[in-house]
Structure formats: structure tokens, C-alpha cells
């Protein structure tokens, strides 16, 4: 345990940080579920709708650091090729 107070403080600051990372990643793999879910069910629009908002969550997290920025890019155009597949 650390004895020095700014080294205490460090340990609150990341165990807050790893909590925030943790609900944002939880958030984006729910919303690519989503999308995979609505590719699933062959549905086209829902498919959209769920690519916009999945979307809208992986740049969010890759703006404040939370996903790398090429993660960030390899996971929306691998879910955009998956829905453009849909007949």
C-alpha cells in the first residue's frame, strides 16, 4: 500500500478511470450486438440504425482515449462491411 499522498490519490484517480473504461467498453460491445443482432434477423434498416449508434459510441470512446484510434477505425468499417453485406 502506498504510503505517499499523492501516490494514494493516484490509486483513487485510476481506480475511477479503470470504472469509466470499463461502463464505455460495456457500452460499445452492447451496441455491436446490437448491430450483429439486426444483421442476424436480415433486417437492413434496424441493421443501419444500430451501425449509427454503435458508431457514435467507438469514436466517443476513441476521442477520449479510451480505444485506440486505428481500434477504433478497424471495428466501425468491419461492422459498415457487415451491414452493406445485407441483401
Given at each position: 500500500?502506498?504510503?505517499?499522498?499523492?501516490?494514494?490519490?493516484?490509486?483513487?484517480?485510476?481506480?475511477?478511470?479503470?470504472?469509466?473504461?470499463?461502463?464505455?467498453?460495456?457500452?460499445?460491445?452492447?451496441?455491436?450486438?446490437?448491430?450483429?443482432?439486426?444483421?442476424?434477423?436480415?433486417?437492413k434498416e434496424?441493421?443501419?440504425?444500430?451501425?449509427?449508434?454503435?458508431?457514435?459510441?467507438?469514436?466517443?470512446?476513441?476521442?477520449?482515449?479510451?480505444?485506440?484510434?486505428?481500434?477504433?477505425?478497424?471495428?466501425?468499417?468491419?461492422?459498415?462491411?457487415?451491414?452493406?453485406?445485407?441483401?
Amino acid at each position: 500500500m502506498a504510503n505517499i499522498k499523492s501516490a494514494k490519490k493516484r490509486i483513487l484517480i485510476d481506480r475511477r478511470n479503470a470504472e469509466r473504461n470499463k461502463a464505455v467498453k460495456s457500452t460499445i460491445k452492447t451496441a455491436v450486438k446490437k448491430v450483429y443482432a439486426a444483421i442476424d434477423a436480415n433486417d437492413k434498416e434496424a441493421a443501419k440504425s444500430a451501425l449509427n449508434a454503435a458508431t457514435v459510441e467507438i469514436s466517443k470512446a476513441a476521442s477520449k482515449g479510451i480505444l485506440h484510434k486505428k481500434t477504433a477505425s478497424r471495428k466501425i468499417s468491419r461492422l459498415s462491411l457487415a451491414v452493406n453485406k445485407i441483401d
